[in-house]
């Protein structure tokens, strides 16, 4: 999955980190969160090297003084207990994504300490349990912030999602899942004058 993120100017710090082992990750995550360095993790994500669960993570330049934390290799069941504890505590979600690895769902999060707004996290729908979820959560006054999409087992493709309640930002109206690439092309190509792409 693809977030759109502003341009910077080239002096600001990136930094990417990919092929990392899980214990890896772990043991330099705390090291890239010091604020000293001046950089945020943007995105995380899993997948499978033949056999071996690697991770990547994405760095960029801090806009805000707002603590992260990151939280990856967890299941479903998991990530929903450590999301509920989080978000009671005042952290609420930047990035998800997820993926499947020796028979087991995955997903990685991305948090900040701020006054969010509340948040609705759902794992492992189908298609139309997403679809019906995005339906009822527009419904209460949420809006789709983030989702992710994978090859579960057996080829079914599963998706992770969460809401923001709406607190007067634009949201997002406009969802189209299993397109072709020209069909992306030609959807983004009519909507250019309103819309803007949020996530591919």
């Not at 990856?72 to 997820?98: C, E, H, I, K, P």
């Not at 997403?130 to 057996?154: I, K, M, P, V």
């Not at 493709?157 to 949201?171: D, E, T, V």
Request: glycine share 8%; net charge negative.
């Amino acid at each position: 999955i693809l977030m759109m993120i502003p341009v910077v100017h080239a002096r600001d710090p990136w930094i990417t980190q990919t092929g990392l082992t899980l214990a890896q990750l772990n043991s330099r995550k705390d090291a890239f969160l010091n604020p000293k360095l001046g950089v945020i993790p943007l995105q995380i994500s899993g997948y499978d090297d033949h056999g071996t669960a690697l991770y990547s993570v994405l760095w960029g330049p801090a806009t805000d003084s707002d603590p992260r934390r990151i939280e990856a290799g967890l299941n479903a069941a998991s990530l929903q207990f450590v999301d509920a504890f989080y978000q009671n505590d005042g952290w609420r979600l930047t990035w998800l994504n997820g993926y499947h690895f020796d028979g087991v769902d995955y997903y990685h999060a991305i948090y900040r300490q701020s006054a969010g707004a509340e948040q609705v996290l759902r794992l492992g729908d189908s298609l139309s349990g997403f679809e019906s979820a995005d339906d009822q959560n527009r419904a209460t006054g949420h809006y789709l912030e983030n989702f992710c999409s994978f090859r579960s087992a057996s080829g079914v493709i599963r998706y992770g999602a969460f809401w923001n309640k709406s607190g007067g930002l634009s949201p997002i109206l406009l969802r189209f899942m299993n397109q072709t690439t020209a069909q992306v092309d030609a959807l983004v190509a009519s909507h250019a004058a309103e819309w803007r792409i949020h996530n591919l």
